[in-house]
């Protein structure tokens, strides 16, 4: 229970300074820092959903960039569409693109859950090391298929001029902006918590733990499962609508199996299952790109040593060690 705790305490910290950061580097006139929170907490958000798959299901999916390239593409084409007054489609039925954010967020959450839904029904039939690669399969054909898609740049990519809308907030402006998808953040975070100690969260860690008793309960296992693999896919989803308006510009490397490992790694630095475990290693990998980036281009060299470390004398992640360190002073 202190555990929980500390934990609990470590999270509201995390997240205030994580909220401080942008705000006091818009004070110093400093966008540049707030653009990097706000990769930072994008990315986060990718991590939060394949934290839902890996660290409360166990499954260690090595494709989940393909949600978040289905997210990205998801606004891409429709805000394209709509900066070029090109109807989407003209038959059946008439379909324009747009560029309202609350829209473009429920199409590449929809687009993503159906994916997953899809992928999971065939992949969680398999288990192990099949499991992995057959998630890692369905995410490289879609890179191929959005490589040699010409009519949204192919391997070039597609860009869109102007970020999307959102009712009330100026999107240009990098705090702004900012503040947006720190918000998204935090209420998916907050969504997860609540999961977490809810009957399906209570169940889907079972089902990591102990498939067999959870069947001898009448349960089914096979759908605890797809139900939180179609969730995490659509979270990586909503983070990849979001990446797109950040950068604005979506490519085919959104679905890479790089970005797949780097959101992994995300998991892994910060803390397997925990809360803000993708927070803490989005937040790292963001800085050791920009910190030792400027001084090597070789600078996943001391990423790679941070992992290692990681992995080889604190299992918990920087949550772990933190929190257990707290506890005992």
């Known amino acids: 229970m202190r555990d929980l705790v500390t934990e609990h305490r470590l999270n509201i910290v995390l997240a205030l300074v994580l909220l401080a950061g942008p705000l006091v580097a818009h004070a110093a006139d400093e966008p540049f820092m707030v653009t990097l929170a706000t990769r930072a907490a994008i990315l986060a958000l990718a991590g939060v959903g394949l934290n839902i798959a890996l660290g409360l299901g166990g499954l260690v999916s090595f494709g989940h960039a393909a949600f978040f390239g289905l997210g990205g593409y998801a606004v891409g084409i429709l805000a394209s569409h709509h ?19 609350l829209i473009l967020w429920l199409v590449a959450v929809l687009v993503s859950g159906l994916a997953a839904l899809v992928i999971g029904a065939l992949s969680l039939r398999t288990s192990g090391v ?11 054909m879609l890179y191929f298929f959005a490589i040699s898609w010409p009519a949204y740049g192919g391997e070039d990519g597609l860009s869109i001029y102007v970020r999307n809308a959102f009712p009330g907030i100026n999107t240009l402006r990098p705090l702004d902006f900012f503040l947006l998808c720190y918000a998204v953040l935090m209420v998916v975070l907050v969504a997860q918590w609540r999961m977490t100690g809810a009957r399906f969260g209570t169940a889907l860690q079972a089902v990591r733990q102990n498939e067999g008793r959870v069947a001898a309960l009448g349960l089914s296992p096979y759908r605890i499962r797809l139900a939180a693999f179609v969730i995490s896919g659509m979270v990586t989803g909503l983070a990849g609508a979001l990446y797109v308006d950040l950068n604005r510009f979506v490519s085919p490397s959104m679905m890479s199996w790089h970005l797949s490992g780097e959101i992994m790694v995300f998991i892994i630095l910060g803390g397997v299952a925990r809360l803000f475990g993708p927070v803490v290693g989005a937040c790292l990998f963001v800085l050791f790109e920009h910190v030792f980036g400027s001084f090597t281009e070789h600078w996943q060299f001391f990423l790679g040593a941070a992992l290692l470390a990681v992995v080889l004398f604190a299992r918990g992640g920087f949550i772990g060690v933190v929190a257990g360190r707290a506890r005992h002073d």
């Open 83 to 101: 900066q070029n007054y090109e109807p989407l489609m003209t038959w059946p039925f008439l379909v324009n693109g747009t560029n309202q954010m």
């Open 130 to 140: 099949y499991f992995i690669m057959i998630t890692l399969a369905f995410a490289q």
